[in-house]
């Protein structure tokens, strides 16, 4: 039986835990057997969906800010590494959904992925407990209107990406909210990484300083544009909520990505005559 997880990963605010919700409701919509799973240990009070998982029923920030007086973020990062040392209780929880499909809300700050090596680990767990992995990075739409902001996603989107070494798909959230002059020429530029757009883009930014062609800014800012274009090292798939046909397109780069279904005959959806909320009480 195949196993497949969503890691969902992106800044904070940029719509993971709504997406997860979304994504949830589309995939049971479909009758498969989602499951969302919170990795977030420093959420307060209810979640907005139903978790499987949640690891705050073994470690709160809260917990640790106590026990160790420590900041939030000192606090988060205690708890991550706590998950890992007991990562057996995860594998137990997961034990639960033999050949279901994950879809894992994960915190927002970008230390997960640069100086600790916590979800590297967690997926080379995921890995090993036989699940195809792929990691959804998010990035919120209005960052478009402020490209240095756009940028610093790009990044963010991009450290996951070595870090990770997952299958990957970067998603612009929140397209709902793009205005409504946003043509479809602009949107492709951000979609596909125009570099040049983005290079201008960041020396307007600076245009304070007078760039000329030579300063080491605006060379930088070359630089930056052509890398992300020359590469072609961050692509963005729209997702808008709003409408149906634009969660499916998605769906369906994210099976073609995990491969969903090739590990069993005739994939893994629930027959019609069943109830999936039935069939999970079983
Ligand atoms: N219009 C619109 N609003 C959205 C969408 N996704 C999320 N939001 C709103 O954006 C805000 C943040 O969404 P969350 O899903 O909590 O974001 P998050 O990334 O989980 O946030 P953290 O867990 O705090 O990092 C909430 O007010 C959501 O209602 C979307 O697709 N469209
Ligand atoms: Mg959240």
Same mark, same amino acid.
């Given at each position: !039986? ?21 994504? +949830? ?25 139903? #978790? ?25 990062? !205690? ?27 994960? *915190?927002?700050?970008?230390?997960? +992925? %640069? %100086? ?20 959804? =990075?998010?990035?919120? =739409? ?17 450290? #996951?990406?070595?870090?990770? /070494? %997952? =299958?990957?798909?970067?998603?612009? #959230? ?7 002059? @946003? #043509? ?21 930014? !600076? =245009? ?5 062609? @030579? ?22 798939? *729209? ?25 069993? /005959? ?17």
């Amino acid at each position: !039986m195949g196993k497949y997880a969503q890691l969902v990963v992106g800044p904070a605010g940029v719509g993971k835990s709504t997406y997860c919700r979304r994504m +949830f409701d589309h995939l049971r919509d479909r009758k498969r057997r989602p499951h969302i799973v919170n990795l977030d240990p420093a959420v307060p009070g209810d979640l907005p969906y139903e #978790s499987s998982i949640d690891v705050r029923s073994l470690v709160t920030v809260e917990d640790m800010m106590q026990e160790y007086g420590l900041g939030p973020n000192g606090a988060l990062m !205690m708890c991550l590494q706590y998950l890992m040392e007991n990562i057996a209780w995860f594998e137990e929880e997961l034990n639960d959904f033999p050949d279901d499909y994950l879809i894992i809300d994960c *915190p927002g700050q970008i230390e997960l +992925f %640069t %100086t600790v090596p916590f979800v590297k680990g967690f997926v080379e767990m995921l890995v090993r407990n036989g699940y195809h992995v792929c990691t959804i =990075a998010l990035v919120d =739409a209005s960052y478009i209107a402020d490209i240095p902001r756009f940028l610093s996603g790009t990044f963010v989107c991009l450290a #996951s990406m070595v870090k990770l /070494e %997952t =299958a990957h798909i970067n998603v612009l #959230s929140k397209c709902d909210l793009l205005p409504g002059g @946003t #043509s479809n020429q602009d949107l492709e530029k951000i979609l596909q990484p125009d570099g040049e757009y983005l290079s201008r883009e960041l020396d307007r930014g !600076m =245009a304070v300083r007078r760039l000329s062609k @030579t300063d080491r800014f605006a060379r930088l800012n070359a630089a930056i544009g052509k890398i992300i274009e020359e590469y072609s090292l961050v692509r963005y798939v *729209p997702l808008n909520f709003e409408e149906e046909e634009s969660v499916e397109d998605l769906l369906e780069q994210i099976d073609m990505t995990l491969q969903f279904g090739e590990d069993e /005959e005739g994939g893994r959806e629930i027959p019609d005559d069943v109830d999936p909320e039935e069939d999970d009480e079983k």
